[in-house]
């Protein structure tokens, strides 16, 4: 069991530039879910996507913001422009199906200075 | 919409001592309920859920029942050890009509001393 992975682990980058995680989930579980965490809070869902289709985005995802799962397999998350807001930590969960437990992996810590 | 409160740390307590973290939400229909638990450095782990109204849901001594009549699903251990110092987290989650995304409270954390 090699668990939900993410990479990169940290990332700081500049405002303005354009930034891109990965989130390899537990192998032929079919829903993955990215979250964003900032400091002190809980994480805050932003998208969830079954197998390769994105079910739903949360109003926090702007724009700016893009997700995908081209095979059902891997997701990406993109930030473009980003902004000193955007610094937190980005969740990726994964479920075998959305009855189950959602396994959260170590997440990426995004600064931007 | 879904919102889950819990109360503000840190909580700090010593070795032996009785935990309690109160946890209530706001949700439609019938939510399922979790406490989530992160350790320094580490990732979110599930530490217990409960699914229906009066479900206790247990796990390395902690505990916590589901009231729906409170709205509240409050977290309680009997004796705290060193090694539970971490951030707990109240969650809930719709299947119907929510996707079953998870909502979060704000968390809290709790130091445990000798």
């Known amino acids: 069991d090699t668990g939900v992975s993410q990479n990169p682990r940290h990332k700081i980058t500049k405002r303005g530039q354009n930034v891109t995680f990965r989130c390899d989930p537990i192998s032929e579980h079919n829903r993955l879910y990215w979250y964003r965490q900032t400091l002190g809070q809980g994480p805050e869902f932003l998208t969830y996507?079954?197998?390769?289709?994105?079910?739903?985005k949360s109003r926090l995802l702007s724009d700016r913001f893009s997700a995908e799962r081209p095979k059902g397999s891997f997701s990406t998350l993109e930030i473009q422009r980003t902004e000193q807001g955007d610094s937190a930590m980005y969740l990726c969960?994964?479920?075998?199906?959305?009855?189950?437990?959602?396994?959260f992996g170590p997440g990426t810590r995004l600064t931007v200075t | 919409g879904d919102s889950v409160t819990q109360m503000e740390g840190p909580v700090t307590l010593s070795e032996e001592a009785f935990l309690t973290i109160n946890c209530t939400y706001t949700?439609?229909?019938?939510?399922?309920l979790f406490w989530y638990v992160q350790y320094p450095g580490e990732g979110l782990q599930l530490l217990l859920k409960?699914?229906?109204?009066?479900d206790k849901g247990s796990n390395k001594g902690f505990e916590a029942t589901y009231r729906k009549e409170t709205t509240s699903f409050h977290l309680e251990k009997g004796s705290v050890q060193v090694s539970d110092s971490a951030v707990y987290f109240c969650?809930?989650?719709?299947?119907?009509?929510?996707?079953?995304?998870?909502?979060f409270g704000t968390g809290t954390q709790l130091k445990v001393e000798l």
């Open positions: 969650a809930l989650s719709r299947l119907t009509g929510g996707g079953n995304k998870l909502t």
């Open positions: 409960a699914t229906k109204a009066d």
């Open positions: 949700a439609t229909g019938y939510p399922s």
């Open positions: 969960a994964s479920s075998l199906d959305p009855r189950y437990e959602q396994y």
């Open positions: 996507f079954q197998n390769e289709a994105q079910l739903e």
